[in-house]
């Protein structure tokens, strides 16, 4: 006798539900952490345009703005040196002594050969004169006023002619004192008293050196001038007020200012770079002329955009490229021209613009057509700083996931 199969008690009926509910939540649980891990997060930066001031770091030597070497205009022995070596001399001021006498007598010779003409060219006026009279009353012929007219007029151009040569002494006489022709710090003394020197010699007695303003030559690409020169065009950088920062030999900020003057207008064709030359003040002569100084020219302000440094990879051949992130959350990798810094950051000339998503992590190990979950980096910083007894939204699921 056939029995018929017992029904199913409820009790086991309510097992085998609960077992497929939980089952189904455990698949999608997994689900969702496959899609997670597919798509990583990864800390992304939105650029945006920044108006920066721009400056060149430029290096150069200084060189006085005046220098004279103080040459003997006549020969003669030097009899005493009138300064003391490394002072400040004014121009005018006597720096050497050479003997007079020789030319004290060539002066006193002219003077008196010039006082013995201008008697004669007295006696030969008043001569002339007389027989002038005399040919009024036909005393004597016409012959006779006309030579005795030019003997006179002779007799006052050996005036003009003596009183030249007296000239001449007189100036030689007072070359024998040798003057500063600038003022300025006066370097060391070639001779000592006692030396010969001669009017056509080659060394100089001393070198003197204003040193209240200096000029500071550095040199700049070709590249570079080209671009100052738009800039000067647009009316960011006007010569004569552009203000360049001088910085010294042990690192420290130059208190006063330098003026930029000119850009030389030939380029060098061994370095194809050309000379900025700036007037520093120098009114203590803290500087001195030869020193080696760096200088950063204002050049203005402009639009631009920065990206830090550690962001960007340099390939070989000089090419640069970046991780951004795109309108589908897909990280491409994007070729940049960076050439100038800006402290950490380097300024995008061409492959980036406002707006764009960039990879702001250097230390994530990703690859370009990778599908990320973008995070912008304020968002990534706040929750890499929250406490480790709160998740993350990426620690989330793995915990949970553990946790079945």
């Not at 040459?71 to 400040?88: C, D, N, S, Y």
């Not at 005036?159 to 500063?180: H, P």
Request: charged share 20%.
């Amino acid at each position: 006798m056939r029995h018929a199969p017992k029904p199913p008690s409820t009790g086991c009926l309510f097992l085998v539900c609960c077992a497929g509910l939980l089952l189904g939540a455990c698949g999608k649980k997994h689900d969702a952490h496959a899609t997670t891990a597919s798509a990583p997060q990864v800390a992304v930066m939105t650029l945006q345009s920044r108006r920066i001031d721009v400056t060149d770091d430029l290096s150069g030597r200084l060189s006085a703005t005046e220098v004279a070497q103080v040459m003997p205009q006549v020969g003669g022995i030097v009899l005493k040196r009138l300064f003391v070596e490394g002072a400040t001399v004014k121009a005018g001021q006597p720096l050497y002594q050479l003997d007079p006498a020789s030319y004290q007598a060539a002066y006193d010779t002219a003077r008196g050969t010039l006082l013995s003409a201008i008697a004669t060219s007295k006696a030969a006026d008043i001569t002339a004169k007389r027989y002038q009279d005399l040919f009024t009353i036909k005393g004597v012929s016409q012959q006779d006023v006309d030579n005795y007219v030019a003997a006179a007029e002779e007799d006052k151009a050996n005036v003009v002619s003596d009183r030249g040569s007296l000239e001449t002494a007189a100036v030689n006489l007072r070359r024998t004192r040798i003057l500063a022709p600038i003022s300025g710090q006066i370097g060391e003394s070639s001779v000592t008293a006692g030396a010969l020197v001669t009017a056509d010699q080659t060394t100089a007695l001393a070198t003197i050196q204003a040193l209240d303003n200096l000029y500071l030559d550095v040199t700049r690409s070709s590249t570079e001038a080209l671009r100052l020169t738009k800039a000067i065009a647009s009316g960011r950088v006007t010569p004569g007020t552009s203000v360049v920062t001088v910085q010294t030999e042990d690192g420290a900020t130059y208190a006063h200012p330098a003026r930029l003057l000119f850009s030389d207008v030939t380029v060098n064709p061994t370095t194809g770079s050309i000379t900025l030359r700036a007037l520093v003040p120098n009114p203590r002569h803290e500087l001195l002329p030869g020193m080696y100084v760096q200088a950063r020219l204002d050049e203005g302000s402009r639009d631009v955009i920065l990206v830090p440094q550690t962001l960007v990879t340099r390939g070989s051949g000089g090419t640069s490229t970046m991780f951004v992130v795109d309108a589908n959350d897909t990280v491409q990798s994007r070729a940049v021209t960076t050439n100038d810094a800006y402290g950490s950051d380097w300024i995008v000339s061409s492959g980036l613009r406002a707006g764009d998503r960039i990879v702001a992590d250097s230390t994530q190990t990703i690859a370009a057509g990778t599908k990320v979950t973008p995070v912008e980096q304020a968002a990534a910083q706040s929750a890499a700083a929250a406490p480790a007894s709160t998740p993350t939204a990426a620690s989330a699921p793995a915990a949970s996931a553990q946790s079945e």
